[in-house]
């Protein structure tokens, strides 16, 4: 398996397909119509860590997205992981967990993030808690529509990227959520 990182939009025809056809894999139509959070507006993601085969398939995807936000009072670069795909045949096998450290090592080394943020159903808590990850207890503020609102719809985890996670207050991502 070959990995990338690379800038959604210059992903050629045939990638974006291959990327199209792990996210159907993954979410069907019946699956993507009956899903509540379809009414929500996500935030794209510029980046994403693909996993391709020797075909060009693409078997795993995290996309990532960098935004300037607020914790507190304060001011913070965030690292977004989001739409986290993995084939349903290639599943348990750690894929997922490579795709989010090479995005991780990104927020690091090239973006210079504070910490990193994603939001999960609560059946994944554990899932991303191996992973490093923690949940974060405090509130999630994101646009909706031009409006402030409270993120309630999954839940928020938090990672420590260039400094500690945050593990209380209020985060504002000044934005939708990825």
């Known amino acids: ?7 959604v939009a210059d992903l050629t025809a045939g990638e ?12 069907p139509p ?27 398939a693409a078997l795993c995807y995290v996309g990532a997205v960098l ?6 009072e304060r001011a913070v670069r965030v690292g977004g992981i989001g739409g986290v795909k993995t084939h349903p045949a ?7 967990a490579r795709g989010m ?11 210079d ?5 994603l939001v999960c159903g609560p059946h994944l808590i554990g899932h991303y808690a191996r992973l490093g990850w923690q949940e974060f207890p405090g509130r999630l503020l994101v646009r909706q529509h031009g409006a402030s609102v409270e993120f309630t719809f999954n839940r928020a985890m938090t ?12 985060i504002d991502l000044l934005g939708p959520p990825w």
Do not use: N
């Open 1 to 7: 398996m070959r990995w990338e990182l690379r800038r």
């Open 101 to 111: 450290r090479r995005a991780m090592e990104f927020f690091h080394d090239e973006l």
């Open 16 to 27: 974006q397909a291959a990327v199209s056809t792990l996210a159907m894999a993954v979410y």
């Open 90 to 96: 290639l599943r348990r096998q750690g894929l997922a």
């Open 30 to 56: 019946e699956v993507s119509a009956a899903w509540p959070g379809r009414a929500i507006e996500w935030a794209p993601h510029p980046w994403g860590v693909i996993g391709w085969d020797a075909a060009g």
């Open 67 to 72: 935004r300037e936000a607020r914790w507190g």
């Open 113 to 117: 993030v504070a910490f990193a943020l």
């Open 159 to 170: 990672c420590g990227v260039r400094s500690a996670a945050p593990g209380a207050g209020a």
